[in-house]
């Protein structure tokens, strides 16, 4: 797959928010703290990038040495975890190189922290990624990634 100028968005201020197009009240803030501010750019996959399939909303490069795969969910954190998981699989190569991500924002979080833990786990094993789950809203930096 390639990544194509159509399903990006290069932002130009200190702040980016991204909602849950579905209208969920899940988002993510983003604050910019790249010197050049167009290094954080935010590629949509569902819809875009990847038009069929499960696939997760958004690829985030933060810097340029990382890529954060996320997803802005309701309560079916399972179904998120597997759209993490295949959109981290189609997209392989367009982020070969870079330290992965996956960040999956919640309005609420039914599994157990133990199941959490597993799939953090198993995500770093099998993916070589780090997994992030949180509530409703995520607020993090660019240079909190890589």
């Known amino acids: 797959m390639a990544l194509t100028a159509v399903c990006?968005?290069?932002?130009?201020?200190k702040k980016e928010v991204l909602i849950d197009r579905d209208g969920g009240p899940s988002k993510?803030?983003?604050?910019?703290?790249?010197?050049?501010?167009t290094k954080l750019q935010i590629y949509t996959v569902d819809g875009c990038l990847v038009k069929e399939g499960i696939r997760c909303d958004y690829l985030i490069f933060p810097n340029d040495t990382s890529a954060v795969f996320s997803e802005l969910k309701?309560?079916?954190v399972e179904h998120g975890i597997a759209q993490l998981e295949q959109s981290l699989s189609d997209l392989k190569n367009d982020v070969e190189g870079r330290q992965k991500y996956a960040l999956l924002v919640a309005t609420r979080c039914p599994l157990a922290q133990s199941d959490v833990l597993k799939e953090?786990?198993?995500?770093?094993?099998?993916?070589?990624?780090?997994?992030?789950i949180r509530?409703?809203?995520l607020e993090c930096s660019?240079?909190?990634f890589g």
């Open 28 to 37: 993510i803030i983003i604050n910019n703290k790249n010197t050049d501010l």
């Open 74 to 76: 309701g309560a079916d």
């Open 142 to 144: 660019t240079t909190d």
């Open 8 to 13: 990006k968005k290069t932002p130009v201020g």
């Open 120 to 132: 953090q786990t198993r995500f770093r094993r099998k993916l070589g990624c780090e997994l992030r």
């Open 135 to 137: 509530s409703k809203v």
